[in-house]
């Protein structure tokens, strides 16, 4: 998905962007870059690979060199970025969060125009950043052209931008990812970000989250609003239930909290119809963790951790960019406590499951290391459709999905109509549980049972309509 971190200070933020942005490092996995402003100098920029390494001590020797009171930081799943930019509106560095799906509609009608070319990344792509820019060039102020670039895209896209005088940033326009604002306790400055945690040691507190496409200018000094926030909201579900890091909050609502009420609601549903009578029951490191201590909490079942991941050399299974090799790293960073397995019926709970290799291997390990049976419970309802608007999943197809596999299997076409998927979502039609028990064979679980919709919703106790679902039903 990728994440951002920017500071504007009365004095040096490099210490600040530096960790800022470091903090952000859960949500991408390729690229990561600086870029900093400083009057007299300019601006100073540098941009690693982090597929083999972590972020800090990448930049480390950077920062040494890097002076400037402003500055922008990412952390990117995909594209080189900050970006530097010379154009009409002077020299200034952009970095975006979010997903274009008609690149090629819109480089094509910027080249109709006289632009000349795009750098290509190394796949032969076009830097979709870079794109972005190009669309804010094409308006007479940054305000306009930031909001031109994000009317035009189709998909969804949160920016920030840095030039001379202070940064911009710009929410996407239905909210689909966050940007919150953070405020220097002894008045230096302030921060725009990603996470709302990543600034609470740092000397910030939380000061104001942006609204969806809401455009803010950010200083020094302070920030205001230079265009209005839209009425409708659709934030990613996804954040509360794996994205987003425990100690963060979007629209007021901290993750951990809300995976912990997910984890009654999944208690609560096995203790009405009396599903299973498991002797523990155990996340998934590490974001499945919280969604099991609200099970054990709701349930009385103890709670226990019958593996734990070895996070020093492998802290996170999708750092491979092929997929062979992020299943490997998957089995090989979970090492079994065997005296909290034997023997014993487990229940365990992760976030989700995407094309269920990784928890397919995780429950064979557990019945090699002496488990009596495996109740897999996963935080949300089964992955339907792949998301248009965030890069949130690596399946380069829907056809990775376990659910459209079984779905192919059990239809006899890899193209079901609207109306056909549509029982599959609902949990009280027999596609539905016929599908379950497809996945629970394939995937040797003892029993399976998804987080419904309607009780993940509750769970997040946000107005459903500023929710996207699409993921689970196809719906925004």
Not at 222 to 227: D, F
Not at 432 to 445: A, C, G, P, Q, V
Request: net charge negative; proline share 5%.
């Amino acid at each position: 998905m990728g994440g951002f971190f920017g500071a504007a200070n009365r004095k040096s933020c490099v210490f600040d962007l530096f960790y800022g942005t470091d903090y952000h490092s859960h949500l991408g996995t390729r690229r990561a870059g600086l870029t900093v402003y400083k009057d007299g100098t300019g601006f100073t920029r540098a941009i690693h690979n982090i597929e083999s390494s972590y972020f800090r001590p990448k930049f480390d020797k950077d920062i040494k060199e890097m002076d400037g009171n402003m500055g922008i930081g990412c952390i990117s799943d995909y594209e080189p970025q900050p970006v530097i930019v010379r154009s009409h509106h002077g020299t200034y560095a952009i970095t975006t969060v979010g997903k274009i799906n008609n690149i090629k509609e819109l480089t094509d009608q910027i080249f109709s125009k006289g632009q000349t070319h795009f750098l290509e990344l190394s796949g032969g792509d076009i830097n979709p950043t870079e794109l972005i820019a190009s669309l804010i060039n094409e308006k007479e102020t940054l305000e306009e052209g930031i909001r031109y670039a994000q009317e035009s895209i189709k998909g969804s896209i949160s920016i920030l931008l840095l030039t001379p005088k202070g940064i911009y940033g710009a929410r996407d326009l239905y909210g689909r990812t966050p940007i919150v604002i953070g405020k220097k306790l002894d008045g230096e400055g302030y921060c725009i970000c990603f996470e709302s945690f990543s600034f609470l040691n740092l000397g910030y507190t939380l000061d104001y989250e942006l609204k969806s496409g809401e455009i803010v200018f950010l200083t020094p000094e302070g920030y205001e609003t230079v265009l209005p926030p839209k009425d409708q909201m659709k934030i990613c579900t996804f954040l509360w239930i794996y994205y987003g890091f425990p100690a963060s909050s979007y629209e007021g609502l901290n993750v951990e909290s809300v995976r912990y009420e997910c984890g009654k609601a999944l208690a609560k549903r096995d203790m009405e119809k009396a599903r299973v009578s498991p002797d523990v029951a155990a996340g998934v490191p590490d974001s499945g963790v919280a969604h099991a201590v609200g099970y054990s909490n709701e349930s009385g079942i103890p709670y226990s951790r019958p593996f734990v991941k070895y996070t020093p050399t492998w802290p996170r299974s999708f750092m491979p960019t092929i997929q062979s090799r992020r299943n490997l790293i998957a089995k090989m960073k979970l090492i079994p406590i065997h005296a909290l397995i034997e023997g014993k019926k487990l229940l365990l709970i992760d976030d989700s499951i995407v094309r269920g290799t990784q928890l397919r291997e995780t429950t064979e390990f557990l019945y090699k290391s002496g488990a009596r049976e495996v109740h897999i419970r996963p935080a949300c309802p089964p992955l339907l459709f792949g998301c248009p608007y965030l890069n949130f999943s690596r399946s380069s197809s829907e056809m990775e999905l376990i659910t459209r596999r079984v779905i192919e299997k059990l239809e006899g076409t890899q193209n079901p109509s609207e109306s056909i998927l549509e029982k599959y979502t609902s949990p009280e039609s027999e596609e539905y549980s016929t599908m379950l028990e497809e996945i629970r064979k394939e995937l040797n679980f003892t029993s399976l049972h998804y987080h419904r919709l309607d009780d993940m919703l509750e769970s997040i106790n946000l107005d459903s309509c500023k929710l996207c679902t699409y993921c689970w039903n196809g719906k925004e």
